[in-house]
Structures are given as C-alpha cells and as structure tokens.
C-alpha cells in the first residue's frame, strides 16, 4: 500500500534512534531489515538487468533472459524497451523481488569495458532514453528499478578504488545526463557506485545530493553498491540511505552512534529512513505483499525474447547475399563453435541460469526444417577456461542421474548435506555455520579418448582427485576484494588427464571454505582439443559442398565479464581464420558476430553479409534465424561506434595511473571523439541496414528556436526497395564557429518510420531543450544565442539533409 507524508511521520515517531539507524543496513544479501512494530517487512532486491535471478543463484531456479542491454540499446525502440520491462517485471514478481537492480546507465567509454555489454550505448541521449523505456516498463506494474552505478562507473579496472577525474561540464552533458532522464522517468532507487569522482568515494559524494536530491528533486533511496560503504560519518553525511548488503558493522549500530556523538546530524538519518519508508509504501512492503495475477506469467513470453533478438540485430554489410531464400537452398553450412553454443548473455552478477537456450545451429534447423538440409562444422575450439560440468557430461555418482552431487562436510569430514544438482558452477551451495569444505562429485562420461583438461575454481584450499589419483592440491589465496571474482567469477585452476571414450571416472573435487573467501566453487571439463588446422579444412569442406554458409564467431566468458576489462578486441587468429577460409570456400557466406560489444573484424570485406547478433538472450538463435532468412527485417542500429581497428579509437584507456583514471576527452565520447579526430571507424554509431533502401528527401525546421524550449523537425524519407521496412531517422546538431566548445555535432533526437516500397514516411523529432544547454562551471547551465545547424540521417557519419535554425536570447 502506498503512504503519506503524515502516515510515515507517524511511523516514524514510533522508532527509536537506534531503531531508525538499524533500519538502514541490510538484514542479509538481498534483503532490507524488518520492524514489526510498524508493520514493515523485508524488502526484497535482485540483480538483473537482462534477468531477475531472485534470491538465489541456484541453475534449478531459472530465470526469462533478455538480450544483453547494447542488444536493447541496438532496437532504438522505447516501445519494446517498455514491454520488456515489464516481462522483468512479472519475473520479479514471481521471484517475490521488490527492487530490480537495473538498468545500467553508464557509457560505452573505452571498448575495452569489460562490461560493455550490460550498459545501453556511446551517448548519453540514446542510454537516456532507452533506460528511461525500461525503467518506465518495469515501474508501471509496481516493481521499483535501480539507476546504477552513479557515477562514471564506465570500466571495471580497480573499480573499488579508482578516482575518476572529470570535468564538470562533461560529467554533467555526459555522464550525469542518463541518471537525470532516470529521475525524470520516476526512478525509485539509484546505486551510488564503488568508484570516486574528482577525489570523493561516491557513497561518500556531494553529487549524491546536488544534483541527485536537490535540483532533479529525486524522492527515492540511494543504495550503495555491494559491500562499497567503508566508513560511517562521511557516508552517513552525504545523500547515501542505505547500505547493503547486511548486516553491516559499518552502519547499523555504529551509526546510531555516530548520531549520539554528535557525527552525523539525526535529521540526516531521519530523511534516509523516510526515503525507505516510501520506497517500501509504493512497493507493498508496508502491507500485504501484491499478488498481481497478470504479472505471473506471459504466455507469449518466447515470441517476445525473439522478437527482440531479431529487433536488436545488426546488418553491418550484406552484399546481396541476406536475407536466405530457403526455396533456393538444398544444403547451409552452418559453422563455428559459437553456432551450436551461442552465448546468450555476458558474465558476472548480472547473469542468470536461463529457462532454455536457442543457438543459431538450433534456429536455423526449425527455420529451414523441410526445406534445406544443414550441416555443422564446429571449427576449432573456443580459447579460454573449460566450462563448467554439465549434466550431458557426468552423472550424480550416487544415483546415476545426470549431474553431479554436491556435499557439505564438517572439519571431520563428516556429511552435513548432500544434494543432486545439474552444473559445475555453484555460486552459493548450501553452508551452515559448522561448514568446512564444499565437495562436488560426478562421474565422468567421456565421449572421446585423450588428454582432458580438468579444473576447479574458487579461493582456499583446492584438490581434484580422478578415480583415486590426486591431480591437484594447493593453496588459492584470495588476491583481491572485487565481489564479482570472489563470489562469481573465481579464478579455476586446471590439470590434465587422459580418458577414454565410454569409460566412466570418477571426479572428485574439494575446496576448503576459508574466511573471507566466499562460497563459490567452479567444476569444469573439456574434451582434447581438435587439430585447430585440421578443424578449419574440414569447415571449409562443409562450406564448399553448400548453397551458404553461415560462420558464427564471438567472445567468450574469459572476454566480457565484470571484474575485468578486456585487453584487446580482437577475436583470435583460429576464429579470423575459420572467417577467412569459410569465405574463401563459399562466396556466399554470412558470418554472425556473437558479442557484447565491439570486436574487431579483419575479414568484414570478405564476406557477403555481417550481422551482429549481440548476446541475444534464451531465444536468441530463433531470432537471428527469423533475420537470417527474412523473416523478421534486422532492426538494429548500432549504439556504439565499431573501430577496425582498437588503435583507431578515440578512448581506449581503462586503466588507472596512480590510482587516478582521467577523462581527459571531454565531452568527446564515442562517435564525437571520432569527428573531433577526423578518423572513419568501420561502422558509425547508429549504423545498421535493413532489407530496403532510403532515400532522405526532405529535412524542415522551425527558423528561430526561444532558448529553453524544445523544437520539431520533420524528416521525409522514401522506401526505395522492394520490401516494407523501419528506418531509424537521426537528428544531430552542430555549432561551427561558436564561443562555446561543442561536439563536432551530437544526436539530439531520432524516431522511426515505416513505408511500403515506392511510398514516403515523415519522422517527426522532438530536440529536447537541453539538446542545446551547455553547463558553466559555476554559472549553471546556459544557452548560446546563434546559429545552430540541424543534420538529419541514418548514423553519425551518413547525414544528408541539413537545415540553420538561429537560437534566440532567453526571454
């Protein structure tokens, strides 16, 4: 139930100091504190953004997922963005979650953001909007959303520690500016991020309150990240309310006592525990939990994970070759590793154990069933750590069914549980207080003879023994406080070991639960290997004997990942050369870019068509097919500017020096740092075909435009294929030869359009007022009267039509 202002002062006045300080900390990972006297239960928080894993991090306990957020980003499309929140928010529901931890609204910076994938895009219009469209989707059905990670959270190198150092103007144009469209959106909660900006950690900042609190007027609760508050006073002080996870030595009594000394003023804990009172009046916490009906499931919850695959994905280049005529198809290669085992989502906390999984292989055999025979070539084998055990794999040693047992055991060696259980990754296996070592068995099934590589992850003590024999045993000391390693994504140590095809071993792996060393223990196993070389002919074979061939290549879990930046953007010389030979053997070869982000593409002009596929999600190999073979036009427009080559971007630092990581760009981010250095990428921010072709004919706009108020253009485009089509019509703006620094130009407003072949469509496009603001330091915000140039589009390097409109003085 919702509550007034004079309900929560009541409520209020029924706590104690000691009370209200406690309310203020969580009472365990995912969940607030209780107090019965005023009927507030626990509320309850989730991870996402592309899933809601609930409280649990268990693969019994599956969860709907989403495409990655560049893939949302990629549909231009709030409509969409909106009805996919609200899937989020019917899996909250039926996970009994109250706040979603998403959307992500930090910028794609540097592409070697280890987290690329799980932020929307380059420019903080666009991840103002998108995120706006999912906050408002998730929202509307009574399931709060988190604006994270406040601020210039923008890479994950030292991210417990690194001082951002940003000018004012470009963190507030920049950086700030998707956070303010948040609140605009009618956010309830922001998380203040690990990282500090310009020397203040930011749960200890002055932006938490100006201009979170103060001048956007946010009512809801900022939320530290996960373990990031280290101090009392400072954090207590500043706009911070509530620290999680709990309970926390940090806060909790220690700040009661701080307010008793005189450290932090008591009306300062006072308004941080009316924000969380309203935050659980809105969200029910203060009442009965809602059992919204419609919420609990969505029949049509796969056709709407598919239709957005296909509305994300990208069409970089196609030479004639897409979309398939599957009446003209006897035999599709469809080839790579990536093909039969399409990743659907990047790692770290934001991953979910999904309900299914559709691989590109798995789409294209039901798109063409009946029609074109497939073949699949896996080529060579993905390069990194083994995956974790799979119950195709191994058995449950003491039942016989597919899995593996997992055992906790006392400092004797004695049973404390046993369970069955279906993966090798155990991010939270069920530990008691007397727990000492977490076991987890399986019987191998080896499905070919050779040299198997073995491994188990984790901190503490380690030891893998295989039918008897002990393989490993040493110690992984901890090296680092990064929750995302040690409690997600722990190093694996690995050793080999030959088994024999139809030959069950026995595996048994041990780690000892250490303090401070979380409780995740990672199982993993990988056949030998295949000739790389030999791999690569034989997929070339394939692709000579058929009418196309489909190459899927990508990252994997050791590329993009949180806790980690990447180190370079290249996907191996085995996967360019599998591209190279493929296309080499089939001139009518598409190849399928699986990824989170940008990754250089060396044979882009070897092939008949590239489509970026992203990290589609549990239904993303159906809709990639759909787009493979015209079912569904390729709707994407890229988010982000896609390099040749890393040593062409603008930015690509993420690595700080003397703990100090300098945004020395400025308002220069992605395609803007491009213009500004006069360099061509291989394909602009908001490029994307479709199955038709445009012709911009017409750009109108209004010629004086008041200071402060924003403005229409209108945009006619004509259809000039031979299909129906959506086209993405941007609109930048440019200010040559003004007092005033700006961009080169910058997107101020897009919409989309249809038409049938032959027929025109007008986009009309709102530019906001802000589009023209530009912050002084000092001053606030100001607009310079002049002229202004409006350019309208399909991407930042391709704007035809051009109109001057003359901004006018204020008043």
Known sequence: MATTDDERERLLDKLTPEARAALLTGASTWRTRAEPAIGLREVVMSDGPAGVRGESWDERDTSALLPSPSALAATWDEDLVAELGGLLAAEARRKGVDVLLAPALNLHRSPLAGRHFECFSEDPLLTGRIGAALIRGVQAHGIAATAKHYVANDSETDRLTVDVRVGARALREVYLAPFEAAVAAGVRVVMAAYNGVNGASMAASPLLTEPLKGEWGFTGVVVSDWGAVTSTA???????????????????????????????????????????????????????????????????????????????????????????????????????????ATRTAGGGSSAVFPHEEVSVLDGLRAALAGRARIVHAPGPAPAGPPPPLAPGLCADPRTGAPGLLLRVLDP?????????????????????????????????????????????????????????????????????????????????????????????????????????????????????????????????????????AVVVVGTTAHDESEGADRTCLALGPQQDALVR???????????????????????????????????????????????LVGRHEPGGRLPTTWPAALTDAPVTDTVPRDGRLRYDEGLHVGHRGWLRDGRAPAYWFGHGLGYTTWEYEELTAPGDVPAGTPFTVRVRVRNTGGRPGREVVQVYLARPGADVEYPVRWLAGYAAVRADPGRTATAAVTVPAEALRHWCEGYGWRVEPGACSVLAGRCAGELPLRAEVRVLPPG
């Open 234 to 340: 400072d954090t207590a002080r500043a706009g911070l309310d509530l620290v999680m996870p709990g309970p926390s030595e940090v806060w909790g009594a220690a700040l009661a006592r701080a307010v008793a000394a005189g450290e932090v003023p008591p009306e300062a804990v006072d308004d941080k525990v009316r924000r969380l009172l309203r935050l659980a009046g809105w969200t029910g916490a203060l009442g009965p939990r809602p059992t919204t009906t419609a919420l609990q499931h969505r029949s049509d919850e796969g056709e709407l994970l598919r239709r957005a695959a296909a509305a994300g994905a990208v069409l970089l280049a196609d030479r004639g070759l897409l979309p398939l005529d599957p009446d003209r198809l006897g035999t599709v290669a469809v080839i790579g590793a990536h093909a039969a």
């Open 412 to 548: 004797s060696g004695a049973e404390l549980h046993a369970e069955h259980r279906l993966s090798g990754r155990q991010l939270e296996p069920p530990c008691g207080p007397d727990a000492h070592t977490v076991e987890i068995s399986a019987l191998l099934r080896p499905t070919v003879t050779g040299e198997w590589t073995l491994g188990i992850g984790g901190f503490g003590r380690l030891t893998l023994v295989l039918d008897g024999r002990t393989l490993l045993d040493e110690d992984a000391p901890r090296h680092t406080d990064d929750p995302a390693v040690v409690h997600v994504n722990p190093p694996v140590r690995t050793v080999t070991a030959r088994l024999e095809a139809d030959r069950p071993a026995l595996l048994v792996t041990r780690r000892t639960l250490a303090p401070d060393t979380g409780r995740a223990v990672v199982v993993t196993a990988a056949p030998p290997a295949d000739d790389p070389a030999a791999a690569i002919r034989e997929a070339a074979r394939a692709a000579a004997r058929a009418d196309a």
């Open 581 to 627: 030979a493929v296309a080499a053997a089939n001139p009518r070869t598409a190849a399928v870019v699986n990824s989170g982000g940008p990754v250089e593409l060396p044979w882009r002009d070897d092939v008949a068509a590239v489509l970026l596929a992203w990290f589609p999600g549990q239904q993303g190999g159906a809709g990639v097919a759909d787009v």
